[in-house]
C-alpha cells in the first residue's frame, strides 16, 4: 500500500513564528480541519535549526486519491482557510509530492 505525502517549505517572519506553529502544527486549525476525514494520517512540523522562520509541514494522507478527493469536497473552505492564513508567512512552497511504499499488514 502506498501512502501520500504532500510537503511544503515556509517562510515565516520570526515575530509570527508561534502563530504560524499554533496554525500549521500537528494539532493546529489545518490539522483539525483535515483530521473530518478518515484518510488523514496527520501532520508533521519541522522547523530549520540553522534558519529562524524557514519550515517544512508534511500532511501525510492514506492515498493521493483520498487527499485529492477531500480537496475536492472541500474546495471553498481549503480556499478560504488559505486566504485566512496566508498573513501568517512570507512565502510557501509545495516542495513535492511523495508516496511511501509500505508492507500490506
Partial sequence: MRQFAI???YLVDPARAEEFERTYGADGAWARFFSRDPAYRG???WAFAAQPGRYLVVDRWRSEAAYRAF???HRAEYERRGAETASLYLSER???ETARLTRPS
Fill in 94 to 96: 509545495v516542495i513535492g
Fill in 43 to 45: 501532520t508533521q512540523l
Fill in 71 to 73: 480537496l475536492e469536497t
Fill in 7 to 9: 510537503v511544503f517549505d
